[in-house]
């Protein structure tokens, strides 16, 4: 059964327009991360929350948004999308107070910007 | 910013051979773990180890940990060519909100592994 499952797979968003990802799960983990992969990379952090409580990191360009209306749902807003923002963007899910801090991963969603 | 390194960038082996990947990270952590991912997916969860812990096993998967080194190795046995992927380690040192950890990635091994 699929566990954190992120949609769409495969998104391409044109220059400049909003474009919103978004991220499910179903474990009821109180902690959510957005990550960035460009090709090659590490995984970079975006941002975290823990239940409503929004960690930004310093590097995150303002362009990138996020919200978490409740528990099982997280979106990823990129305000006006620039071809360096072409990634792969990965939402995990990890339990609160989680020191094993295993991270469970969704697919991914391909953004590419035209 | 990046905490693990993993070492080599890339590994090219023929089917059945031991495949080694290393990962060396700078400050003291808690747990290191290690990820699999197949090209264009997401990450999948293959080991944890805790920081007072050498060694530690999952089927064909062997993980070592050296913290006075501050390093760790994968070590896949027998491998397959469904083991062909990128292989990540990642460590535990940055405390997120609420007492969980967030997983701080290094560059990742590119394993393929010919049939």
């Known amino acids: 059964d699929a566990m954190v499952i992120q949609n769409p797979r495969y998104q391409v968003t044109q220059f400049g327009k909003p474009v919103t990802l978004s991220c499910s799960q179903t474990?009821?983990?109180?902690?959510m991360y957005w990550y960035q992969q460009k090709s090659s990379q590490a995984p970079k952090l975006l941002f975290h929350?823990?239940?409503?409580?929004?960690?930004n990191e310093a590097d995150t360009p303002d362009n990138f948004q996020s919200r978490r209306p409740n528990t099982s749902f997280c979106f990823l807003d990129i305000r006006s999308p620039g071809l360096g923002d072409a990634a792969m963007y990965l939402c995990?899910?990890?339990?609160?107070?989680?020191?094993?801090?295993?991270?469970?991963f969704g697919q991914g969603t391909r953004l590419t910007v035209v | 910013s990046q905490q693990g390194e993993e070492d080599p960038q890339a590994l090219s082996i023929q089917e059945g051979e031991n495949a080694t990947m290393n990962c060396s990270y700078k400050?003291?952590?808690?747990?290191l773990q290690w990820y699999r991912q197949n090209s264009g997916r997401g990450l999948v969860h293959l080991i944890l180890?805790?920081?007072?812990?050498r060694e530690k096993h999952s089927g064909r998967l062997r993980v070592t940990l050296d913290t006075s080194k501050k390093s760790s190795s994968l070590l896949i046995t027998a491998s397959r060519a469904a083991d062909t992927a990128s292989y990540f380690c990642?460590?535990?040192?940055?405390?997120?909100?609420?007492?969980?950890?967030?997983?701080?990635f290094g560059r990742g091994t590119s394993l393929i592994v010919h049939p």
């Open positions: 474990l009821n983990h109180n902690v």
């Open positions: 990642a460590t535990d040192t940055r405390e997120a909100s609420g007492g969980s950890y967030i997983p701080t």
């Open positions: 929350y823990y239940d409503k409580d929004f960690n």
């Open positions: 180890i805790r920081s007072n812990e």
């Open positions: 995990a899910t990890s339990p609160w107070g989680g020191r094993k801090a295993e991270a469970f």
């Open positions: 400050t003291s952590i808690n747990n």
